[in-house]
């Protein structure tokens, strides 16, 4: 069974970072793929940023240049370093996993069945 858990999340104001944390208890961090989602008052979930263990890694627009993704394998972790946060990027942020690697890792809902609870993160303007 695999557990995920985030943490990092907390209120910074506009310009500030942040880093999140996913830590994926049983994960086997050799085949595998996580993604961040987010959701906003009022708004669909989105996908955010996506890394997988062939190397490969996505962001959504709004993101690029702002937020990166790494992994700890050592640590069964993944890292979202967020930098030059604005308001919109205000919301509740998710970490999801699936076991099995994608080369190109993009954030389908249904292709992650490992959700943590979620963390979050609200930028002041």
């Known amino acids: 069974e695999v557990q995920v858990v985030e943490s990092g999340g907390g209120l910074v104001q506009a310009g500030g970072s942040l880093r999140l944390s996913c830590a994926a208890a049983?994960?086997?961090?050799?085949?595998?793929?996580i993604c961040w989602f987010r959701q906003a008052p009022g708004k669909e979930r989105e996908g955010v940023s996506c890394i997988s263990s062939t190397g490969n890694e996505y962001y959504t627009d709004s993101v690029k240049g702002r937020f990166t993704i790494s992994s700890d394998n050592a640590k069964n972790t993944v890292h979202l370093q967020m930098d030059s946060l604005k308001p919109e990027d205000t919301a509740v942020y998710y970490c999801?996993?699936?076991?099995?690697?994608?080369?190109?890792?993009?954030?389908?809902?249904?292709?992650?069945?490992?959700w943590g609870q979620g963390t979050q993160v609200t930028v002041s303007s």
């Open positions: 049983g994960l086997a961090f050799d085949d595998y793929a």
């Open positions: 999801a996993a699936r076991a099995r690697a994608v080369v190109h890792p993009h954030p389908l809902r249904w292709e992650y069945p490992y």
